[in-house]
């Protein structure tokens, strides 16, 4: 199969701080990863796509300062919030696919509270 | 630009009873398409997909038909369960160019014992 694991899939932090999600494929090598942020009672947003050894792309809107992508590893990708503040409580899904072409498998999530 | 429909929910359904969620979508290309659940706490998982017209994707008793006349993807069960209840994403991904998926909004489906 193609499994995708998150980690943690529930946080909890203070205002200002920082939190780091992980985003591993476990049993591919991911040249693609994606995260998302989901509202509640809404779909998935698009927030940015980050390949392998590059920068990630960021869509529009999405602070890259604020949100910042890592995917160092073919297995791993990891998302930062920085200073955390309660609007950015959310749900996180991250997804990895084998390259551009192939569809992506998707996280657990992850449930981030900001209090 | 490319976008997916989907009607709204919730839908209440009664264990046994048959299930049909509308998708409707817009793409300039050939895109494929999926549908997505996803069970209360947890991420996405896919469903079923269909890459071409005329193709019917199926898993877990669900159904979907690729209408390129109607550009429709509805998803049919013919008996829930209560265990079914969950949101289901309809989605399609451009396969003309980078694989990054459009998601519908999502509906809610509610099944009662």
């Known amino acids: 199969g193609a499994v995708v694991s998150q980690h943690p899939s529930r946080v909890i932090c203070k205002s200002g701080t920082s939190v780091k999600i992980e985003c591993r494929s476990l049993d591919f090598q991911a040249t693609t990863m994606f995260w998302y942020r989901q509202f509640p009672k809404q779909s998935l947003m698009l927030m940015a796509t980050s390949n392998e050894g590059s920068k990630a792309t960021y869509e529009q809107g999405v602070e890259k300062d604020k949100f910042l992508i890592n995917h160092a590893s073919l297995t791993l990708s990891t998302l930062t919030v920085t200073s955390a503040h309660p609007e950015d409580s959310s749900f996180y899904i991250c997804?990895?696919?084998?390259?551009?072409?192939?569809?992506?498998?998707f996280g657990q999530g992850t449930r981030l509270t900001v209090v | 630009g490319d976008s997916v429909t989907q009607m709204e929910g919730p839908v209440t359904l009664s264990e046994e009873a048959f299930l049909t969620i509308n998708c409707t979508y817009t793409?300039?290309?050939?895109?494929?398409l999926f549908w997505y659940v996803q069970y209360p706490g947890e991420g996405l998982q896919l469903l079923l997909k269909a890459t071409k017209a005329d193709d019917k994707g199926s898993n877990k008793g669900f159904e979907a038909t690729y209408r390129k006349e109607t550009t429709s993807f509805h998803l049919e069960k013919g008996s829930v369960q209560v265990s079914d209840s969950a949101v289901y994403f309809c989605a399609l991904s451009d396969t003309g160019g980078s694989y990054i998926p459009t998601f519908g909004r999502g509906t809610s489906l509610i099944v009662h014992p």
């Open positions: 793409a300039t290309g050939y895109p494929s």
């Open positions: 997804s990895a696919s084998r390259d551009k072409q192939t569809e992506a498998f």
